[in-house]
């Protein structure tokens, strides 16, 4: 399996090909896991993929490797998300201290907003050439019930997340509290799916046209809810009626 080495967003792991002591050796190691088992779970599934195979494709001998270096599978998907989200949290910071200088007014607040809750992690897949995962990776933690991988990241990795609902929230007041957390976790769920869904898209194609397709993915995504945001609030037709009506035969 061919498999782009990335360079790490800190340094916790060291990617040095030169000779290394044994510290520096066991870094890289745990690197290589993580970085096989990021790709392989993000291709098959977190449940479609053995520790055998994550072994084999980070090209080690010892079965028990994964154990010695994250404990258990749990820990090395907790690992990954960890891994990716830092830098992704960083650079979200980044641009909401940016809009925050000069913040945009009307609709196109909500737009500038929701970019900069996008662009952080679509970015990554621009810049490693269309050669990553992590976006279909945490596609899969939402329909997996093995790991809670947003419940991993709520209080940990989302400051800029809950910055900027807040920030949507004071803007769009036509919303109830309820209606706005409602539409929020509706689009948090739905823009996971479609940046999976570009990355897919960008590792087929050349480097300039993945580009593109980021470009005019993370526009039409944030045009599209932006317009769910904005959009009236309404009434419902029908209250207090359950989804599943109770059956009203009686046993004989």
């Known amino acids: 399996m061919s498999r782009k080495k990335l360079a790490p967003p800190d340094k916790q792991f060291s990617n040095s090909d030169e000779a290394s002591p044994p510290q520096t050796r066991s870094l890289d190691t745990k690197l290589e896991l993580l970085l096989a088992a990021e790709q392989l779970f993000a291709l098959n599934g977190l ?3 053995s520790m055998r195979q994550i072994v084999s494709a980070s090209n080690q001998r010892n079965a028990s490797t994964i154990h010695y270096h994250f404990g258990s599978r749990d820990a090395l998907i907790y690992a990954i998300c960890e891994y990716r989200i830092l830098s992704i949290e960083q650079d979200r910071a980044r ?3 940016e809009y925050l200088q000069s913040p945009d007014r009307g609709s196109k607040r909500v737009i500038a907003l929701l970019e900069a809750l996008l662009w952080p992690s679509a970015q990554p897949i621009i810049d490693s050439h269309g050669q990553s995962y992590f976006r279909r990776f945490l596609a899969h933690s939402f329909v ?9 990241i709520k209080g940990r990795f989302d400051a800029g997340m809950r ?3 807040g920030l949507l929230q004071q803007h769009l007041t036509h919303l109830s509290e309820a209606s706005f957390h409602i539409r929020w976790a509706l689009m948090i769920r739905s823009v996971t799916y479609l940046l999976a869904n570009l990355e897919a898209r960008a590792e087929a194609t050349s480097k300039s046209k993945a580009a593109a397709l980021i470009k005019r993915g993370v526009n039409d995504i944030a045009v599209s809810f932006a317009g769910m945001l904005q959009a009236p609030e309404q009434e419902p037709n029908v209250t207090d009626v359950p989804l599943i009506k109770k059956s009203t035969t009686k046993k004989k």
């Open 163 to 165: 910055q900027i609902a």
């Open 95 to 97: 641009r909401l201290a």
């Open 47 to 49: 449940l479609g993929v």
């Open 144 to 152: 997996s019930d093995t790991v809670d991988l947003p419940g991993f």
